[in-house]
């Protein structure tokens, strides 16, 4: 069986967990969160890092700072995971749900002007696939309107937008490190602050409304419950986990690129044939391999090759139902029609890409999708031919 995901242990990551059980300090904010931390401030030169339990959470921490009430409205697109928009709609706010692309899921920038009302308090960019959104576009609307910006980077570790880390660009980003993300640990998130005024509150929100942060710092010599906040702040087992993986990032980021370019080389003969669509890459945007999809020619098409692995022993897997579509928010939507969102929603297919995966394995992926399209265009021939007799 080949899976679509296999979470990747380096192997230091129960070391690691030892390490700061033993401590004695396993409670959130000790020595591998700080190293959690350092390594993203260091490298990408995020202003603040702080862990969460996941990227939902940070996405929450992120509505509370920005002060959503009911009745702002926030845009993003339709086509992303439910705790981009759920996040928001926590906190009162209306989603302005915006269509995706011609050329691949993300946010079409084109169209977020004309969504803009007085309202309009955020927009929420998410980097499909690990690739960048128009930052260029999207941070010129926002000064232009004066709104802020969240990246819903959950997909975009060690990722590039005209060189410029994502993360980097908006007031704020939330990263994920859910097993299914590059780097992982179990479950995890982390908020990215790169505004100062949301820096004080951040530490307050993310330690339950109050100011324990600067109590550990020394800056005060009590604390108490200052502001609204929840407990979104990780345990040291989770940071200690996190740090095995960030350690060998390099390593995870290499093989998950090499694996992405390999399927892109093979798949290309049949993409030429016009029997799918295979990913584009943004302009400006790098490629971190986080995850590689077709665009098949249609929903029976998809649902037919996805039996096809399966009864090859692969799994492939389809993302995400249009979030206006959805049987919570549908009823709410007073929107546009999104005819592209839907249509990834109806066509996207996502192939197994993680570290373990074998050449052998991924051979094994080509060749039952080169199978799949023989099988359809036989049929396709013979439909034919039984019509012109
Ligand atoms: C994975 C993901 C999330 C949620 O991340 P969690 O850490 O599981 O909360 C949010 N948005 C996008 C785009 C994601 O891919």
Redesign the pocket.
């Known amino acids: 069986m080949i899976p679509f995901n296999k979470p990747f242990l380096t192997g230091k990551e129960t070391l690691y967990i030892e390490q700061a059980v033993r401590s004695g300090k396993i409670s959130g904010d000790g020595l591998f969160t700080e190293k959690c931390h350092q390594f993203f401030e260091n490298r990408y030169g995020f202003k603040k890092c702080l862990l969460t339990t996941?990227?939902?959470?940070a996405?929450e921490m992120a509505a509370i700072l920005l002060n959503i009430t009911e009745g702002d409205e926030v845009i993003m697109p339709s086509y992303?995971?439910v705790?981009?928009a759920n996040a928001f709609v926590l906190r009162g706010a209306k989603i302005i749900f915006c269509d995706s692309g011609k050329e691949s899921p993300h946010i079409d920038v084109n169209n977020i002007e004309s969504l803009i009302t007085e309202k309009t308090k955020v927009i929420v960019p998410?980097h499909?696939a690990g690739m960048a959104c128009n930052m260029d576009v999207i941070m010129d609307l926002a000064t232009k309107y004066n709104l802020f910006v969240v990246e819903?980077a959950?997909?975009s570790v060690d990722a590039f937008y005209k060189g410029k880390p994502l993360g980097s660009i908006g007031h704020l980003a939330?990263f994920?490190?859910?097993e299914?993300?590059n780097v992982m640990a179990g479950?995890?998130?982390m908020l990215v602050i790169n505004d100062d005024k949301f820096l004080k509150r951040a530490e307050i929100i993310r330690e339950k409304g109050t100011n324990r942060s600067a109590l550990f710092r020394g800056e005060i010599d009590h604390y108490g419950w200052v502001d609204i906040g929840s407990s979104f702040l990780p345990s040291e087992i989770t940071a200690a986990f996190l740090y095995a993986q960030l350690e060998n990032l390099d390593q995870i980021q290499i093989t998950r690129i090499r694996i992405w370019c390999r399927y892109l080389l093979e798949l290309k003969p049949l993409e030429a044939k016009g029997y799918f669509q295979l990913p584009h890459i943004p302009e400006g945007a790098s490629n971190n391999g986080h995850i590689f999809h077709i665009l098949t020619n249609n929903l029976k098409e998809r649902d037919g090759l996805i039996a096809h692995l399966k009864s090859k022993d692969i799994q492939s897997v389809f993302h995400y139902l249009s979030l206006h579509q959805s049987p919570f928010y549908s009823s709410v939507y007073d929107g546009l029609p999104l005819p592209k969102s839907d249509h990834y929603s109806e066509t996207l297919l996502r192939l197994p890409l993680y570290y373990g995966l074998t050449e052998h394995e991924q051979n094994k992926v080509i060749a039952a999708i080169f199978e799949y399209y023989d099988i359809v265009n036989e049929t396709k021939n013979v439909s034919y031919l039984v019509k012109n007799q």
Do not use: I, M, N, P
């Open positions: 996941s990227c939902t959470d996405l992303t995971f705790s981009t998410v499909y819903d959950a997909q939330a994920s490190f859910h299914t993300k479950e995890g998130g």
